[in-house]
């Protein structure tokens, strides 16, 4: 039976996220500028396009509900790559460059942003799928396995791998109906 999550969970899930996602992108945006420079936005453009294929990739999985439960979900999709991405960083950098006089550079930013991030989608999708499917065909190969009545050191053991709706994660004050809480 599935739980709604509870507002307090929701809103914990996107701040804890939130806070986390900051902190990657300022110290990833430093580590890209020291080594490849501040003339391009490298570090925007590659911030967004990994942020993008992150986003595809934890769609995909959470879609399929595989380890991917809805506070996690809310967590690295909304929370981190909320904070880890952004639109604006993407149009700020590109208005630098074109204020600094560097029009063609700001151009082909500006064109090769949402090219590459529509790749990265894609490819993020696809990476998804290909997990999905390699899933599938153990769950296969082990049931026929099993079916046929082969030794069981002939196939690999399955990982321990489960969705729990609420994310094996109980906040205080929350309560699940195996569990009551007393008061304090």
């Known amino acids: 039976m599935?739980?709604?999550?509870?507002?307090?969970?929701?809103?914990?899930?996107?701040?804890?996220?939130?806070?986390c996602g900051t902190v990657t992108r300022y110290w990833l945006s430093q580590v890209i500028q020291a080594?490849?420079?501040?003339?391009?936005?490298?570090?925007?453009?590659?911030?967004?396009?990994?942020g993008a294929l992150l986003l595809a990739f934890i769609t995909t999985l959470a879609d399929a509900t595989f380890l991917i439960?809805?506070?996690?979900?809310?967590?690295i999709n909304v929370g981190f790559l909320g904070a880890y991405t952004t639109f604006s960083s993407l149009a700020l950098g590109d208005v630098q460059l074109a204020i600094g006089g560097?029009?063609?550079?700001?151009s082909s930013y500006l064109l090769i942003s949402p090219?590459?991030?529509?790749?990265?989608?894609?490819?993020?999708?696809?990476?998804?799928?290909?997990?999905l499917d390699r899933r599938k065909a153990f769950v296969l190969a082990k049931s026929l396995a099993q079916q046929s009545n082969l030794p069981s050191s002939l196939w690999l053991e399955e990982p321990e791998f489960r969705?729990?709706?609420?994310?094996?994660?109980?906040?205080d004050g929350e309560n699940n109906e195996s569990e009551v809480h007393s008061p304090r």
Do not use: E
């Open 102 to 106: 560097h029009w063609l550079s700001a």
């Open 35 to 50: 080594h490849l420079g501040k003339g391009w936005p490298y570090d925007i453009f590659l911030i967004n396009m990994t």
């Open 69 to 75: 439960g809805p506070t996690r979900r809310l967590f």
């Open 115 to 131: 090219v590459v991030g529509i790749l990265a989608v894609l490819c993020g999708n696809a990476l998804g799928q290909w997990v």
């Open 2 to 19: 599935s739980h709604p999550l509870s507002l307090r969970r929701q809103l914990s899930a996107v701040l804890c996220g939130g806070f």
């Open 163 to 171: 969705i729990d709706v609420q994310d094996a994660l109980l906040l």
